[in-house]
């Protein structure tokens, strides 16, 4: 069966650091991957999506950029946290008729 | 993307069923009908999804109009458990969420 895992669950990092959060995901080949966040009291928000290796869609401007290193592996970064960036932020993989799998979540504060 | 819109807020007792809908006049001929939820401090969970006949799962059942411009997410016997926000989308991927409906339910 397939599962996803997102990591890390939780974190605080100051404003101006770097962020890194992983996504991975097992027992499915090239899945359509997607990274959502949501600011708090708000809703899903969109922000990358990828069909294949190295192939990423933005769909929003962000001080955010996402990357594919390999078919299974979905990475978000920044090279500054900005505290707008606060949020909880959603990896999750598509399957076959557009059903959306979600990872556990990482829970970003910017202080 | 079919632009939807769904009711901010419902209440429902517990046992009783739950009918939650949503609009999607825009909708083209292609495009599916999503249903999601989100309970409080998780991502969210996929319901049920259909293009134009009416379907049922373990969770629930999707009514889907004649026109396809509007559906029901039907919940048979609402649980504590099924309180959460629930997200109607019409497309395809990427799945866009709109806010959703936020049902309570009462014991």
């Known amino acids: 069966s397939q599962t996803i895992h997102q990591w890390p669950a939780t974190l605080v990092q100051p404003v101006g650091s770097p962020l890194s959060l992983e996504c991975t995901v097992e027992g499915t080949s090239n899945p359509n991957l997607y990274w959502y966040r949501q600011a708090a009291g708000r809703g899903l928000q969109l922000l990358f999506y990828s069909v294949g290796i190295g192939q990423i869609s933005s769909e929003v401007p962000q001080n955010l950029s996402a990357s594919r290193p390999q078919d299974r592996q979905f990475i978000l970064s920044s090279k500054k946290l900005l505290l707008s960036d606060s949020g909880f932020y959603l990896c999750?993989?598509?399957?076959?008729?557009?059903?959306?799998?979600f990872g556990e979540g990482s829970r970003l504060t910017v202080l | 993307d079919a632009k939807t819109t769904q009711p901010n807020s419902m209440e429902s007792n517990e046992e009783e069923p739950v009918h939650l809908p949503c609009n999607h006049s825009?909708?083209?001929?292609?495009?599916?009908i999503h249903w999601y939820r989100q309970l409080p401090s998780q991502g969210p969970e996929y319901v049920i999804h259909g293009l134009t006949s009416n379907v049922n799962n373990r969770m629930a059942s999707l009514a889907i109009a004649e026109d396809r411009k509007s559906s029901t997410l039907i919940l048979h016997r609402a649980t504590l458990r099924d309180a959460a926000v629930y997200y109607c989308?019409?497309?395809?991927?990427?799945?866009?969420f709109g806010k959703g409906t936020r049902l309570s339910v009462i014991a």
């Open positions: 999750a993989w598509g399957g076959g008729t557009g059903e959306l799998f």
């Open positions: 989308m019409g497309g395809n991927t990427p799945l866009v």
């Open positions: 825009t909708i083209s001929g292609t495009d599916y």
